[in-house]
């Protein structure tokens, strides 16, 4: 298959559904997990530490190792890494789904993101390559927006669904025959592209951007969580000097990893800084909601699951309101006045508490993802057009990685604040009768709480409960009002760096010349 200049065809937009399947599978295996966790609490008793890296070892391997893959591509052929990604992905899912223990799944997790890292830029950049005209491009990069949005959602919902039916292994198995499809389809859909003006591999850019990531999460995560340790504490300052270090290499290197002149470009910085911000708070929540749902409301992970949709209704709305008001309102004004319903969103989570109607955390939701989705909207139509296309795949995957480490870090930091304070407020607090082992596990996390209480005669049970739920959702004030803050910033933000930007968008560029591209 060649690349052209024209405008897409049919068989560009088959590809473009076959790029979008994997982007979707890759987005749910985000939040797959969320209704899961009471599961895999009770079967492989994780500690609060484990709990967390279960959840976003994913995360924060695909998003250290989205640039260095995005670069890969970039020089060995797109689509071809997108094939050994699919392959890697098959494999991962199908170890964690028969993990035995919390070390066995936190490292199939990890395979899991480095697959994924070599999946995620070659769908973007691959969208650049197949799509030329400027028109046709923006509806195929919405539908990607689309997707990214839609996984997000139905990610906890395929995992309630399925554990309503099966062990809870069966959540990581939705993506082994989607992936499947997309080895079987790729070859004859999607064209190959490797830049000819990348020059060498920047292996130690590589192992720098990878390495900065894991243990300055790892240090903010115990600290929260476990309290002072001198390892993780010497793990910050050492994730701190590694980013310099890649930074400084990055700037020096003769073909680095990432074209630091982009975010010299502020409508590239801007949408790399909104995107990083939007996923923080909303898959930060994620968890808190979902946990909110089983483990304070009791559901079952179904009915959970089900009405974690009614939050999607204010992210449909609030897609297709930035899809209208696109070339009429300056992003800017969108971006701020969208993190500014977010804040509202966040400060609704403050008035949430065990015994409040179920109305108030969905709304709260609602509104909270309504705002953060709708300043994304605007923001891959920015990054891909300002990187010349033999960059596309690193550009691709710098806006990427903004969305899964703020996704990760989300997740990570607003998870380690709720458990913090729910331990602290559990200490000495909880009912006298428990056992060391019981009181251990009670106060560990609200999950545990849940299945001892489950094992306790009559009040002492219920006592556990209530006294458990309630730090519960006191770590939840604690989290709100961090992402209150932090929203009302980026708003503020939002509109410092995007203002120059005009309401109507730029004038189509020239059309760029065919790219190299093999069968």
Not at 173 to 185: D, I, K
Not at 377 to 388: C, G, H, K
Request: charged letters at 10%; proline letters at 5%; a neutral charge.
């Amino acid at each position: 298959m060649t690349a052209t200049t024209g405008r897409a065809g049919r068989r560009e937009w088959i590809g473009l559904a076959v790029l979008l399947l994997p982007t979707l599978v890759l987005t749910m295996d985000m939040g797959v997990l969320f209704f899961a966790v009471p599961y895999i609490s009770t079967t492989l008793a994780p500690s609060g530490t484990e709990q967390l890296w279960i959840m976003d070892m994913y995360s924060f391997l695909l998003a250290g190792l989205l640039i260095t893959m995005g670069a890969l591509g970039d020089r060995i052929g797109r689509r071809r890494l997108l094939m050994i990604g699919a392959t890697g992905f098959i494999g991962a899912s199908l170890l964690a789904a028969y993990a035995d223990g919390a070390g066995q799944l936190i490292a199939a997790r990890a395979a899991l993101g480095i697959a994924g890292a070599t999946v995620m830029p070659s769908t973007l950049a691959l969208i650049r390559n197949m799509f030329h005209d400027p028109k046709q491009r923006q509806i195929a990069l919405g539908a990607w927006g689309g997707v990214l949005t839609a996984g997000a959602t139905l990610g906890p919902v395929a995992g309630g669904l399925l554990l309503d039916h099966f062990w809870w292994g069966s959540v990581f198995l939705l993506a082994v025959p989607v992936m499947a499809l997309v080895l079987l389809a790729a070859p004859a859909l999607l064209p190959e592209y490797r830049s000819p003006q990348c020059g060498g591999f920047d292996l130690l850019g590589a192992v720098l951007s990878t390495t900065a990531v894991l243990p300055l999460v790892y240090g903010v995560k115990t600290l929260a969580v476990d309290g002072w340790d001198p390892v993780a504490a010497l793990a910050v300052p050492a994730g701190l000097l590694l980013a310099g270090a890649f930074y400084w290499r990055q700037r020096t290197a003769a073909n680095p990893l990432l074209d630091l002149a982009l975010f010299r470009i502020r409508a590239f910085s801007g949408a790399i800084t909104v995107n990083t911000v939007a996923m923080f708070a909303m898959m930060g929540f994620t968890l808190f909601t979902s946990q909110y749902l089983q483990l304070v409301k009791g559901m079952s992970p179904l009915t959970a699951s089900l009405w974690s949709l009614v939050p999607s209704v204010g992210v449909g709305a609030a897609v297709g309101l930035s899809s209208a008001l696109a070339g009429k309102v300056r992003p800017a004004a969108m971006m701020a006045g969208g993190f500014l319903i977010g804040a509202t969103g966040f400060a609704m989570m403050t008035l949430v508490g065990p015994d409040s109607p179920l109305a108030l955390i969905l709304t709260a939701a609602g509104v909270l993802a309504a705002g953060t989705v709708g300043t994304m909207t605007l923001t891959a139509e920015m990054v891909v057009s300002a990187a010349p296309i033999e960059r596309a795949g690193a550009a691709s995957a710098t806006s990427e990685t903004a969305v899964e480490l703020g996704s990760s870090l989300g997740i990570a930091l607003l998870g380690a604040a709720g458990a913090a304070v729910y331990r602290s407020r559990l200490d000495g607090a909880l009912p006298a009768g428990l056992d060391g082992e019981a009181a251990r596990t009670a106060q560990d996390t609200l999950g545990g709480a849940v299945t001892v209480a489950a094992q306790l005669p009559g009040r002492l049970g219920t006592d556990l409960l209530v006294t458990a739920r309630a730090a519960f959702t006191d770590g939840l004030h604690v989290a709100a009002v961090v992402g209150l803050v932090l929203a009302i910033g980026a708003s503020l933000l939002a509109h410092r760096l995007m203002r120059h930007l005009p309401a109507t968008a730029p004038a189509a560029k020239t059309p760029e010349p065919a790219e190299p591209a093999t069968v």
